[in-house]
């Protein structure tokens, strides 16, 4: 792993009643053929923090980033019908505030971003617009959020 200079949010594009953790990620990734889960952290519905990869080891979770990231994925993301809806828990969002202080803290120049902000910037004038985000994951603004909990404290 190189320096970590990105902490990427994910969804695990699952519908909200589906509690899955860690284990059920995990099992998924190791059918496409993965050694391992790709994300370092994973937040069940119910806010439980579960750990994926080890923070040393390089993940499998955004293109043409993972040897200076880690992943963490919310469970959720999706309506029934798999379309895009962000309906994740205020217990899932209290849970990635204390992860991301923590992780902050360990790699303090580190950019807070969401995977859909690593989208490849297609027409190149340096921002990374909606109609260029490879997927919508993980259906919300990661940075705003960010920075919107730490003013609010
Ligand atoms: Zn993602």
């Given at each position: 792993?190189?320096?970590?200079?990105?902490?990427?949010?994910?969804?695990?594009?699952?519908?909200?009643?589906?509690?899955?953790?860690?284990?059920?990620?995990?099992?998924?990734?190791?059918?496409?053929?993965?050694?391992?889960?790709?994300?370092?952290?994973?937040?069940?519905?119910?806010?439980?923090?579960?750990?994926?990869?080890?923070?040393?080891?390089?993940?499998?979770?955004?293109?043409?980033?993972?040897?200076?990231?880690?992943?963490?994925?919310?469970?959720?993301?999706?309506?029934?019908?798999?379309?895009?809806?962000?309906?994740?828990?205020?217990?899932?969002?209290?849970?990635?505030?204390?992860?991301?202080?923590?992780?902050?803290?360990?790699?303090?120049a580190a950019r807070?971003?969401?995977h859909r902000d690593?989208?490849?910037?297609?027409?190149?004038?340096?921002?990374?617009?909606?109609?260029?985000?490879?997927?919508?994951?993980?259906?919300?603004?990661?940075?705003?959020?960010?920075?919107?909990?730490?003013?609010?404290?």
């Amino acid at each position: 792993m190189n320096r970590i200079s990105l902490l990427v949010v994910h969804c695990s594009a699952t519908p909200a009643n589906r509690d899955i953790g860690v284990t059920e990620i995990r099992a998924m990734h190791k059918a496409r053929g993965w050694r391992d889960i790709g994300y370092h952290y994973v937040i069940r519905r119910d806010g439980t923090l579960e750990k994926g990869r080890a923070d040393t080891v390089m993940g499998a979770h955004v293109a043409g980033h993972n040897a200076n990231s880690l992943g963490i994925c919310l469970v959720g993301g999706v309506k029934p019908d798999m379309t895009a809806e962000t309906n994740f828990t205020a217990e899932q969002y209290a849970a990635l505030e204390q992860l991301l202080d923590t992780l902050a803290a360990r790699h303090p120049a580190a950019r807070i971003c969401g995977h859909r902000d690593l989208s490849p910037d297609r027409n190149g004038n340096g921002k990374v617009e909606p109609g260029e985000w490879v997927k919508a994951c993980p259906t919300f603004d990661v940075a705003s959020w960010w920075t919107e909990r730490k003013g609010a404290r």
